[in-house]
């Protein structure tokens, strides 16, 4: 069964540096997401992306964060400068109609 | 703003029993969808519920959506050990980009 796939599965990085989480959404599909998951806490939305351009953004998604979809398979996020508060559970996800998202396991990202 | 919340926010049950999982939000819909996440693990897709629908089943789970009162509930009859985990509703807007909404979640334990 096609499933979005996430790597890494656990990033630590200092503060202050660059990270890119990278995202294989499914093949057929159209819609790419970002969410992202403050241990202990709710799914939070960042970013939708569509024909090759954000859709959407939510607050927390500032000039510290930047999507791409480099090519045909990838979707990446990147996070500039990190904070202690970007440590968290990032997800991406996709779908094909808008309706229906399909997960993938997330990254872990611990700042330090 | 738009918001799913859940409750109970933990719900403990023996196995066998039926556990019922209840969804809040505020604004009008598209769909309501469930999710379900094992602890430090990805967000599975259990079942989308659209807005002119009531209710729906998928083999244990059975979905209702009230959208008069802006709620949904969650039923998973004959529990298992391994239905512990946590569970979310998402929603999406009506006219939104298709971005999901998730709730705080509820934490079901089902003990053996």
């Known amino acids: 069964e096609p499933e979005v796939t996430q790597t890494p599965s656990h990033q630590v990085t200092q503060m202050g540096q660059e990270v890119i989480l990278r995202c294989v959404p499914i093949?057929?599909?159209?819609?790419f997401y970002w969410y992202r998951q403050i241990l202990g806490q709710k799914v939070e939305f960042l970013v939708s992306f569509y024909n090759n351009e954000i859709s959407e953004k939510s607050e927390i998604f500032d000039d510290q964060f930047s999507v791409e979809r480099p090519d045909g398979s990838n979707f990446t996020l990147k996070i500039r400068s990190t904070k202690l508060e970007d440590s968290a559970m990032y997800f991406c996800a996709s779908n094909s109609n808008g309706w229906e998202a399909f997960f993938g396991q997330g990254t872990r990202l611990t700042v330090v | 703003s738009q918001q799913g919340e859940e409750d109970p926010q933990a719900l403990s049950i023996q196995e066998g029993e039926n556990a019922t999982m209840n969804c809040s939000y505020k604004?009008?819909?598209?769909?309501l969808q469930w999710y379900r996440q094992n602890s430090g693990r990805g967000l599975v897709h259990l079942i989308l519920i659209r807005s002119n629908e009531r209710e729906k089943h998928s083999g244990r789970l059975r979905v209702t959506l009230d959208t008069s009162k802006k709620s949904s509930s969650l039923l998973i009859t004959a529990s298992r050990a391994a239905d512990t985990a946590s569970y979310f509703c998402?929603?999406?807007?009506?006219?939104?980009?298709?971005?999901?909404?998730f709730g705080q979640g509820t934490r079901l334990t089902i003990n053996p």
């Open positions: 604004t009008s819909i598209n769909n």
């Open positions: 093949s057929n599909h159209l819609y």
């Open positions: 998402a929603t999406d807007a009506l006219g939104g980009a298709q971005k999901l909404v």
